[in-house]
């Protein structure tokens, strides 16, 4: 009995989904817990592994099909077994009527599979030469034949334009991609947002994580960079203003007992930003290692459903790839975003004296509908002062 191949049950915050990429073909065999195809949602990449070991005869949705939960996307024939012929007996119980057999050839000698290949084609078999026991058309034939019909196929009559290295590509946009645009736009438009700056010395955080890195990284198998500070002092700043980890539902504030973080994460499909959770009772090697876990996910398109649900404040790092200061947009539904930026060398006074210390901008784009000016200096100063005296994260003062 064949399989029938379905998109999986999608969360209720998810109405539909997209075929991403197949990862197989029609008659190619598979085996059990093989990825046969990588389903987007607006959220994760959902895979579909085969549950049986056999031969795919038929593919029912193309890449960038829409698809709604079960529905039956493929078809699988168990048991089969690699370059064993098999076919989808209700799709070829009939002859194909468009297709003209070779000449002294009945159309029952043709296999299934040279049939379809013909049918999908619109190809005469009178016109392709069997290279088969006693001139058979073979699946092989009808391949070459099609490959070497679309290289000796002409331009198309439509007028061409020489733009010599100039050149256009036309991509439709990932489901991922279209969330993103919506969800900023949509952010843009219901808030209030504004944007408050602030700059750090970095140096106390750079001589200590000089000093003790290596001892961290041996004693806690991870590596000691700045986001586990940064996360610390955010966790810190968000217990002295509440408002800042507060959202707005209706005509309610929601003050959140819990410290739950979304670090923004950059993949190959876009932005995503999954959840640190219950940071207040992480420690420093914790976070280190489910930052680091949580861009692995996300680098291979791996990251949950709920990897990526809720979180009351993001924080984003452009840092990494060189921006020296930006205005982040708040992820909604939360009320504030904090991005951090390049540690860049700049000649600062100090007690009345010039020097060169490392230095970096901190904003802190905030919904002023909930967050008020002094509440939102406030918290920027108070990471500020956490950052630039990481003994107060010790000591909690």
Do not use: C
């Not at 949705?61 to 698809?67: C, L, N, Q, S």
């Not at 459903?305 to 924080?315: A, Q, R, S």
Request: net charge negative.
């Amino acid at each position: 009995m064949n399989i029938e191949i379905k998109v999986p049950v999608l969360p209720e915050s998810v109405a539909d989904a997209s075929i991403a990429v197949w990862h197989v073909k029609v008659v190619d065999f598979v085996s059990r817990d093989d990825n046969l195809v990588d389903i987007e949602t607006d959220k994760v990449v959902l895979e579909v592994p085969a549950p049986e070991s056999g031969v795919v005869i038929e593919i029912r949705e193309d890449e960038g099909a829409t698809v709604l939960g079960e529905h039956v996307i493929a078809i699988i024939k168990p048991g089969a077994v690699a370059g064993q012929e098999v076919t989808n007996d209700a799709a070829v119980a009939a002859p194909a009527t468009d297709v003209a057999p070779a000449a002294g050839e009945q159309s029952d000698a043709l296999s299934p599979s040279v049939r379809r290949l013909l049918s999908e084609h619109k190809l005469s078999a009178d016109k392709i030469k069997g290279s088969g026991v006693g001139g058979r058309l073979t699946k092989e034939d009808v391949e070459a034949f099609i490959k070497s019909a679309k290289a000796a196929a002409p331009v198309a009559a439509a007028p061409v334009v020489d733009l010599g290295a100039r050149s256009q590509k036309r991509v439709p946009m990932t489901r991922l991609r279209k969330t993103i645009a919506k969800r900023l736009l949509q952010a843009t438009n219901e808030t209030a947002m504004l944007t408050t700056f602030n700059e750090i010395n970095m140096k106390p955080i750079m001589d200590l994580r000089a000093q003790y890195k290596d001892a961290f990284e041996k004693r806690h198998d991870t590596r000691l960079g700045f986001m586990s500070f940064y996360v610390k002092a955010v966790t810190e700043a968000l217990k002295r203003f509440p408002g800042v980890n507060a959202s707005i539902d209706g005509d309610d504030i929601v003050y959140h007992n819990f410290f739950d973080i979304s670090i923004a994460v950059s993949t190959p499909r876009g932005l995503v930003t999954p959840v640190l959770r219950d940071t207040d009772q992480m420690s420093m090697s914790d976070i280190e290692k489910k930052i680091r876990e949580l861009a692995i996910k996300g680098r291979d398109g791996k990251l949950t459903v709920d990897e990526m649900t809720g979180g009351n404040f993001t924080i984003t790092n452009g840092g990494v790839f060189g921006s020296l200061i930006s205005t982040p947009i708040i992820n909604l539904p939360q009320s504030a975003i904090l991005g951090m930026h390049k540690i860049q060398d700049r000649p600062m006074a100090v007690d009345g004296k010039v020097e060169i210390l490392p230095m970096m901008y901190l904003a802190l784009s905030y919904d002023h509908r909930i967050v008020d000016g002094k509440e939102s200096v406030g918290f920027l100063v108070t990471i500020k002062d956490l950052l630039e005296d990481p003994t107060r994260l010790l000591l909690d003062v």
